[in-house]
């Protein structure tokens, strides 16, 4: 078994930033992506960004040339830094984990994280 414990959400202004981190624990060595989903009001859950072990990324486009996931393997870290935030980026921020390259069926979950971007 995998636990994430996530940290780092907040209210923000829009333009600011915040930054999420996930520790994970447990059977490290059967997870390979790791990434943040979000989930707002009324809308579906979408993967934001997928970090592989070897560091291979990817983002949805709404977050391109905003947020930056990486991850520190020595730590079983990944973080999310959120730049330029916007009241639309308001949601639900949970951590991820899966054993392939991209995070888009993961076998576990961290409880999430609240994110607020007042305008």
């Known amino acids: 078994q995998v636990q994430l414990v996530e940290s780092g959400g907040g209210l923000v202004q829009a333009g600011g930033s915040l930054r999420l981190s996930c520790a994970a624990s447990?059977?490290?060595?059967?997870?390979?992506?790791m990434g943040w989903y979000r989930q707002a009001p009324g809308k579906q859950r979408e993967l934001v960004a997928s970090i592989s072990r070897g560091g291979t990324t990817i983002y949805t486009d709404s977050v391109k040339g905003r947020f930056t996931i990486s991850r520190d393997n020595a730590k079983d870290t990944v973080y999310l830094q959120m730049n330029s935030l916007k009241p639309e980026d308001t949601a639900v921020y949970s951590c991820?984990?899966?054993?392939?390259?991209?995070?888009?069926?993961?076998?576990?979950w961290g409880q999430g994280t609240q994110v607020t971007v007042s305008s």
């Open positions: 991820a984990a899966g054993s392939s390259r991209v995070v888009t069926s993961p076998s576990y």
């Open positions: 447990g059977t490290i060595f059967s997870i390979n992506a």
